[in-house]
Every structure is written in C-alpha cells, then in structure tokens.
C-alpha cells in the first residue's frame, strides 16, 4: 500500500501517523534520559522531515511567532555569563528545536489526533512504568515510594494525573458542537421561558 507524503502533513488524512508521533513524543519526554539521545533523535526524525514534504504549508508564517524566538534568542544569550556556557548554549539549541518541532505540530495535527495521541502516550508511559518501576527511600516520611521508571514519584504523578484529567470526551464531542451537542454529563438545557402578551411575545 502506497501513501502519499502530502497526507503526513493534512490534519484530516495523518491521523494515524498523528497519534502515534504525539504519544511517542510524550514517552521521549518522560524518559530521554533514560534512552538517552537515541530518543531524543526519534522525537526529531517524527517532525523535522515534515519540513521536506511542504514547507511552505508545515512552516508557514512564523511572524507572528517572534516573541517566543525572542526568547529563545535570549536563552542561548546567556551563555555570556552563565557559570557553565557550554551547557547553557547546548540546552537553548535544544530548546529551539523542541520549539521549531512543536510548531511543526501545531500545523499538521488537529485537536482530535493531539488528544488521542495524548491519552495513548501516557497511557504508554504508565504501563512501562508500571512494568519496570522501583521503589525509592522517601527522606521526608521515612518510607518508601514507588516513583515508577522516574527519579521522583513527582513525576510519576504528573502523568498519572495527566490520565484521570485527559478531555477525552473532546474528541467526540468536537463533531457535535455544529449541531447543539454537550459533552457527555452536562446537564440539559431547557429552552427559555417565554410569556404571553398582549401584544407580542417575550422573555419573562
């Protein structure tokens, strides 16, 4: 089966690439250091060569985008008078990447695909977690905690709680904002209550 690149970068024909770039994303971000820059290049080869198939549509106008450059420009700046330049240089080539990467995103993927890759990417990282974590020696209770395959229980609850906070009833709701639908739970809306007059109706 062929595929044609052009479908990689149309929000409404990549959403299986989509998903699956987003969640793979997330698992980086959890455990680059774990992988080390072998993952961090995956993350990379997910949305840099993107650029290649159209860059005019997956780049686009990045003027409106010169405050976060801004920053950006700043950040490798400080290498001027950080205690450890070549560490701060190499962290805001490294920020400008993430930042090109995900503005890559935010023109090719669409708010369904960016939720389900979400839910599917924690989810990925909870699992591997739950396969491999450990138990560390927490100073401040004196017991010990299962952190997961992370350093801190911290952030092995930041994506826990990432999963029970996910809007998944977004994705399937989006379709029913078009035609008066509420995401599921919300309660009825009751139509307005209207008076009789006289002369003309209207609202009590």
């Known amino acids: ?9 149309d929000p409404d024909a990549n959403g299986l690439y989509g998903t699956a770039a987003v969640a793979l994303s997330l698992f980086v971000f959890a455990y680059s250091t774990r992988f080390g820059p072998v993952s961090v290049l995956l993350y990379y080869g997910l949305w840099l060569p993107l650029v290649l198939v159209d860059y005019r549509k997956v780049l686009g106008n990045y003027g409106r985008f010169v405050w976060i450059f801004a920053f950006v420009i700043l950040a490798c700046l400080s290498m001027f008078w950080s205690a450890a330049p070549g560490v701060t240089l190499r962290a805001g080539i490294q920020y400008l990447s993430h930042i090109v990467c995900a503005l890559v995103a935010m023109r090719v993927i669409d708010i369904r695909t960016l939720t389900r890759g979400a839910i599917a990417g924690v989810a990925i990282v909870l699992v591997y977690s739950l396969l491999f974590g450990v138990h560390h020696y927490d100073a401040l209770d004196g017991t010990y905690s299962f952190v997961g395959a992370f350093a801190s229980k911290n ?4 994506y826990a709680r990432s999963a029970s906070t996910s809007p998944s009833w977004q994705s399937s709701s989006l379709g029913n904002g078009a035609s008066g639908g509420q995401p599921p739970g919300a309660p009825e809306r009751s139509p307005p209550i209207r008076c009789s007059h006289p002369n003309r109706p209207r609202r009590c």
């Open 1 to 9: 089966m062929q595929i044609r690149k052009a479908s990689l970068i």
């Open 155 to 158: 952030q092995l609850g930041f």
